[in-house]
Protein backbone atom coordinates (compact mmCIF):
# COMPACT_ATOMS: atom_id res chain seq x y z
CA UNK A 1 0.00 0.00 0.00
CA UNK A 2 1.53 3.23 -1.10
CA UNK A 3 1.99 6.29 1.37
CA UNK A 4 -1.10 8.03 -0.59
CA UNK A 5 -3.48 5.12 -0.48
CA UNK A 6 -2.43 4.56 3.16
CA UNK A 7 -3.77 8.05 4.23
CA UNK A 8 -6.88 7.62 2.02
CA UNK A 9 -7.36 4.56 4.09
CA UNK A 10 -7.12 6.35 7.47
CA UNK A 11 -9.09 8.89 6.45
CA UNK A 12 -12.12 6.27 5.96
CA UNK A 13 -11.39 4.90 9.40
CA UNK A 14 -11.77 8.76 10.60
CA UNK A 15 -14.92 9.30 9.01
CA UNK A 16 -16.13 5.81 10.38
CA UNK A 17 -14.82 6.79 14.23
CA UNK A 18 -16.88 10.36 13.76
CA UNK A 19 -20.06 8.66 12.59
CA UNK A 20 -19.89 5.96 15.45
CA UNK A 21 -19.22 8.66 18.08
CA UNK A 22 -22.34 10.82 16.71
CA UNK A 23 -20.34 14.39 18.57
CA UNK A 24 -20.32 16.11 15.45
CA UNK A 25 -16.43 16.04 15.40
CA UNK A 26 -14.02 16.31 12.14
CA UNK A 27 -10.52 15.11 12.09
CA UNK A 28 -8.22 16.36 9.61
CA UNK A 29 -5.17 15.02 7.59
CA UNK A 30 -1.93 16.53 7.54
CA UNK A 31 -2.66 19.71 8.55
CA UNK A 32 -0.42 21.74 11.40
CA UNK A 33 -2.77 21.71 14.17
CA UNK A 34 -3.13 25.65 14.35
CA UNK A 35 -4.43 25.36 10.47
CA UNK A 36 -7.06 23.42 11.18
CA UNK A 37 -10.02 25.73 10.44
CA UNK A 38 -13.27 27.35 12.48
CA UNK A 39 -11.22 26.32 15.72
CA UNK A 40 -11.36 23.28 15.11
CA UNK A 41 -9.36 20.37 16.93
CA UNK A 42 -8.08 17.28 15.68
CA UNK A 43 -5.71 15.90 13.15
CA UNK A 44 -4.06 12.62 12.27
CA UNK A 45 -1.21 12.19 10.01
CA UNK A 46 0.05 8.82 8.43
CA UNK A 47 3.86 8.19 9.09
CA UNK A 48 6.32 5.60 8.92
CA UNK A 49 5.38 2.24 8.85
CA UNK A 50 1.88 2.60 8.79
CA UNK A 51 1.83 4.46 12.13
CA UNK A 52 -0.41 7.04 12.68
CA UNK A 53 -0.14 10.36 14.98
CA UNK A 54 -3.18 11.41 16.60
CA UNK A 55 -3.33 15.49 17.98
CA UNK A 56 -5.93 17.61 19.48
CA UNK A 57 -5.13 21.17 19.81
CA UNK A 58 -3.64 21.94 23.80
CA UNK A 59 -4.01 18.39 24.83
CA UNK A 60 -0.70 16.79 22.77
CA UNK A 61 -1.02 13.54 20.23
CA UNK A 62 -0.81 9.64 20.57
CA UNK A 63 0.22 7.15 18.15
CA UNK A 64 -0.88 3.82 17.30
CA UNK A 65 -1.45 2.06 14.10
CA UNK A 66 1.58 0.11 12.36
CA UNK A 67 2.00 -3.22 10.98
CA UNK A 68 -0.31 -6.20 10.67
CA UNK A 69 0.96 -9.52 12.64
CA UNK A 70 2.67 -10.56 9.20
CA UNK A 71 5.13 -7.40 9.65
CA UNK A 72 4.01 -6.66 5.71
CA UNK A 73 0.80 -5.28 5.99
CA UNK A 74 -1.24 -2.38 7.73
CA UNK A 75 -3.83 -3.56 10.13
CA UNK A 76 -7.23 -3.94 9.56
CA UNK A 77 -9.57 -1.58 9.58
CA UNK A 78 -11.65 -2.66 12.55
CA UNK A 79 -8.21 -2.93 14.38
CA UNK A 80 -7.20 0.87 13.15
CA UNK A 81 -10.66 1.74 14.54
CA UNK A 82 -10.33 0.69 17.83
CA UNK A 83 -7.11 1.88 18.31
CA UNK A 84 -8.33 4.94 16.82
CA UNK A 85 -11.13 5.38 19.26
CA UNK A 86 -8.89 4.36 22.14
CA UNK A 87 -6.20 7.47 21.05
CA UNK A 88 -9.37 9.54 21.07
CA UNK A 89 -10.17 8.78 24.74
CA UNK A 90 -6.79 9.13 25.69
CA UNK A 91 -7.22 13.20 24.87
CA UNK A 92 -10.41 13.68 26.08
CA UNK A 93 -11.36 14.28 29.84
CA UNK A 94 -13.67 11.87 31.77
CA UNK A 95 -15.91 15.15 31.91
CA UNK A 96 -16.45 15.80 28.33
CA UNK A 97 -19.18 13.53 26.44
CA UNK A 98 -16.63 12.73 23.62
CA UNK A 99 -14.96 10.27 26.15
CA UNK A 100 -18.20 8.44 26.89
CA UNK A 101 -19.28 9.08 22.85
CA UNK A 102 -16.02 7.32 22.12
CA UNK A 103 -16.28 4.48 24.64
CA UNK A 104 -19.80 3.18 23.17
CA UNK A 105 -19.83 4.58 19.58
CA UNK A 106 -23.30 3.67 18.91
CA UNK A 107 -23.46 5.50 15.08
CA UNK A 108 -23.97 3.90 12.39
CA UNK A 109 -24.16 0.25 13.70
CA UNK A 110 -25.88 -2.33 12.11
CA UNK A 111 -28.23 -4.48 14.51
CA UNK A 112 -29.90 -7.93 13.34
CA UNK A 113 -33.06 -8.58 15.29
CA UNK A 114 -36.05 -11.05 14.22
CA UNK A 115 -37.93 -8.16 12.17
CA UNK A 116 -35.38 -7.28 9.96
CA UNK A 117 -31.78 -5.17 10.33
CA UNK A 118 -31.53 -1.75 11.49
CA UNK A 119 -29.64 1.27 10.96
CA UNK A 120 -28.35 3.33 14.42
CA UNK A 121 -28.91 6.77 13.94
CA UNK A 122 -27.84 8.76 17.21
CA UNK A 123 -29.41 12.32 17.51
CA UNK A 124 -27.38 13.15 21.04
CA UNK A 125 -24.58 11.13 22.19
CA UNK A 126 -23.49 10.83 25.92
CA UNK A 127 -24.88 13.61 27.58
CA UNK A 128 -23.81 13.55 31.18
CA UNK A 129 -26.90 12.96 33.49
CA UNK A 130 -27.77 12.30 36.92
CA UNK A 131 -25.09 14.11 38.12
CA UNK A 132 -22.88 12.95 35.85
CA UNK A 133 -23.60 8.89 36.80
CA UNK A 134 -25.11 8.10 33.61
CA UNK A 135 -25.07 9.04 29.81
CA UNK A 136 -28.19 9.79 27.66
CA UNK A 137 -27.84 8.87 24.01
CA UNK A 138 -31.05 9.28 22.08
CA UNK A 139 -31.02 6.79 19.42
CA UNK A 140 -33.40 6.27 16.01
CA UNK A 141 -33.71 2.74 14.58
CA UNK A 142 -34.23 2.24 10.73
CA UNK A 143 -35.27 -0.30 9.05
CA UNK A 144 -36.48 0.94 5.52
CA UNK A 145 -39.92 2.38 6.03
CA UNK A 146 -39.82 1.47 10.02
CA UNK A 147 -38.23 2.98 13.39
CA UNK A 148 -37.93 2.45 16.58
CA UNK A 149 -36.65 5.59 19.42
CA UNK A 150 -34.81 4.79 22.33
CA UNK A 151 -33.84 7.08 25.06
CA UNK A 152 -30.91 5.13 26.55
CA UNK A 153 -28.95 5.61 29.93
CA UNK A 154 -26.42 3.96 30.56
CA UNK A 155 -24.08 4.43 34.29
CA UNK A 156 -20.47 5.52 33.59
CA UNK A 157 -19.64 2.69 35.94
CA UNK A 158 -20.55 0.29 33.31
CA UNK A 159 -18.55 1.76 30.47
CA UNK A 160 -15.26 1.24 31.63
CA UNK A 161 -13.79 -1.45 29.14
CA UNK A 162 -12.73 -1.22 25.95
CA UNK A 163 -15.11 0.26 22.96
CA UNK A 164 -16.12 -3.27 21.85
CA UNK A 165 -16.85 -4.97 25.27
CA UNK A 166 -19.09 -1.80 26.64
CA UNK A 167 -20.84 -2.47 22.94
CA UNK A 168 -21.82 -6.30 23.74
CA UNK A 169 -24.12 -6.46 26.54
CA UNK A 170 -25.99 -3.22 24.91
CA UNK A 171 -26.28 -4.68 21.55
CA UNK A 172 -28.33 -7.58 23.04
CA UNK A 173 -30.34 -5.18 24.64
CA UNK A 174 -31.09 -3.65 21.37
CA UNK A 175 -31.62 -6.75 19.34
CA UNK A 176 -34.39 -7.68 21.92
CA UNK A 177 -35.73 -4.10 21.76
CA UNK A 178 -36.05 -4.18 18.23
CA UNK A 179 -37.11 -7.75 18.21
CA UNK A 180 -40.56 -6.48 19.83
CA UNK A 181 -43.66 -4.63 18.92
CA UNK A 182 -42.86 -1.77 21.08
CA UNK A 183 -41.93 1.40 18.68
CA UNK A 184 -40.30 3.84 21.46
CA UNK A 185 -39.30 3.62 24.77
CA UNK A 186 -37.07 5.18 27.55
CA UNK A 187 -34.58 2.95 29.88
CA UNK A 188 -32.05 2.66 31.77
CA UNK A 189 -29.22 -0.17 31.53
CA UNK A 190 -29.20 -2.00 34.89
CA UNK A 191 -27.33 -4.99 35.50
CA UNK A 192 -27.42 -6.64 31.85
CA UNK A 193 -31.30 -5.18 31.38
CA UNK A 194 -33.85 -2.48 30.20
CA UNK A 195 -35.63 -1.05 33.09
CA UNK A 196 -38.16 1.81 31.91
CA UNK A 197 -37.71 4.92 33.41
CA UNK A 198 -39.31 8.47 33.28
CA UNK A 199 -37.49 11.32 32.10
CA UNK A 200 -34.52 13.05 33.12
CA UNK A 201 -34.03 17.20 32.72
CA UNK A 202 -31.06 16.68 30.00
CA UNK A 203 -33.40 15.14 27.49
CA UNK A 204 -35.67 17.85 27.36
Same mark, same amino acid.
Given at each position: MTAVEYA??? *??VSQAVSSAVATGMTFH? %?????? $??? %???? *? =?? /? *??HYLVTLR???? #???? =? #? %? @? !??? %??? /??? =? @?SLFGEFLE !?? $? @?? $?????PLHWAAKLPLGGRKIRSDLGEWNTVVHRAAVLAAENDLAFFDIEFQAGEQRKFL? =?????ADLGGRWDENLRPVSRLFELFLSDNRNEIRGIYDAGFLRETQPLAQER
Open positions: DYI *TEC %GLIIDD $VPN %GEEW *T =FE /P *TNRRRR #GERE =F #G %G @L !AIN %GLD /PKS =F @L !AV $V @LL $VDIWEK =FYIPL
